[in-house]
């Protein structure tokens, strides 16, 4: 916000309009990850199909894989 105090109901309401857009930018932003990381796992299950294990798919997104040796890897 560009400094001014939110007071009356016009402001509240904007406030509120752009809180919506920003969440529903991080919706769409954390949808498209979840995608790229499943298209990148499905790539190295056929590369390496032996040392990937999918992690479990939620609504987080968890750095950290395990291969199935137990050994975790981290994607930086």
Known sequence: MS???LTGG???RLFNS???QIFRENEIQCSELRNQI???MSRA???APDRISVPP???CINPTF???D???TRED
Do not use: Y
């Open 3 to 5: 400094g001014k105090r």
């Open 57 to 59: 798919s939620g609504p």
């Open 45 to 47: 299950e056929l590369l």
């Open 66 to 68: 395990l291969d199935t």
């Open 18 to 20: 752009k809180k919506k």
């Open 70 to 72: 137990g050994t975790r």
């Open 38 to 40: 499943s298209a990148l």
């Open 10 to 12: 016009r402001s509240v």
